[in-house]
């Protein structure tokens, strides 16, 4: 059995897919096994996907219907067979002793989880910082380690199942906070790696650049469920459901009374200290007033408002 499943969605990637695993076949750490989820991709990348599977037997290709990355994460959640999962996005690439310092960390410190600094240019070696501590699950998230993105982290699959964990496919904007946060709710400790260890590459053409309405709407109902079953992600979600609150106020495509509608059972008590003054204000004058905030958001869009 592998010690490690890496678990790799893949959809319109060819032009990245063959650098993403051979920088996984290039691995110093070699008991793995890679699940590439061909997610019905219309190009090239599901026969890249059978060929590499073709050379090396630790590589299993699943095809399916498209169904977005976060089912495409699920069938392979439901598939692992590792000690450990960790994810990785097509169109990035792993440096060559990420799975051995992942794994090694996991293990010498005794914590559930480990995430790790990233590059947005793939070049081995930078250092942001300082690692942390083993810290229990809620002092890692108040110290403001936690990232909101699951690839350039180590899992235990034993929580994963145990808990039947699994990525909401509805959701499209923060599904991956979703998921860690969930995760870590079963956690113990957590700790940090502040080596760059991971190589993501910024697709312009993503749901996080590409905010829709409908996105955004659908990420409020996840984010307010996910504050009242899992207390740990209180301070997360405010700042998340504030963030919406601004960006649906901005849109004109959205109805005032839908947005008031939404929010009116919202109370944001635990946003972090770096949420922005202009931020802070517009929530207490929602607090005082929800449409006449939202009116005051969208005159400000037509006076050349600084974007927040």
Not at 120 to 125: L, M, N, S, V
Request: proline share 3%; aromatic share 10%; glycine share 4%.
């Amino acid at each position: 059995m592998p010690k490690v499943s890496i678990i790799m969605p893949v959809y319109k990637s060819e032009s990245y897919l063959n650098r993403c695993i051979d920088s996984i076949l290039a691995q110093t750490y070699t008991d793995w096994e890679l699940l590439l989820i061909d997610d019905g991709s219309p190009d090239g990348s599901g026969a890249i996907c059978d060929e590499y599977a073709i050379k090396d037997n630790r590589i299993r290709v699943f095809h399916k219907g498209n169904g977005g990355v976060s089912s495409a994460r699920n069938l392979g959640i439901d598939n692992v067979k590792g000690e450990y999962v960790t994810f990785v996005d097509s169109d990035d690439a792993l440096y060559s002793s990420t799975l051995e310092v992942l794994l090694s960390t996991i293990e010498r410190n005794c914590v559930d989880f480990v995430q790790c600094a990233f590059n947005r240019e793939y070049i081995e070696g930078q250092n942001n910082g300082k690692d942390s501590d083993r810290l229990p699950a809620d002092e890692y998230i108040k110290n403001g380690f936690l990232g909101t993105h699951v690839w350039g982290s180590i899992f235990k699959a034993n929580i994963i199942k145990g808990r039947n964990l699994r990525f909401i496919t509805n959701v499209k904007l923060g599904e991956d906070q979703i998921f860690v946060l969930d995760y870590l709710f079963y956690a113990q400790h957590a700790c940090y790696i502040c080596d760059a260890l991971y190589y993501y590459r910024d697709n312009r053409d993503s749901a996080i650049h590409n905010p829709k309405p409908e996105y955004e709407i659908e990420s409020v109902k996840a984010f307010k469920e996910l504050k009242r079953r899992n207390p740990l992600a209180k301070m997360q979600c405010d700042n998340m459901l504030l963030r919406w609150l601004i960006t649906l106020s901005r849109s004109k495509d959205v109805a005032i009374d839908e947005i008031s509608d939404m929010y009116s059972d919202v109370t944001l008590d635990y946003c972090s200290p770096s949420c922005r003054t202009k931020q802070k204000i517009i929530w207490r004058l929602y607090e005082i007033d929800h449409k006449c905030a939202i009116r005051l958001v969208r005159l400000a869009i037509d006076v050349q408002y600084e974007k927040i």
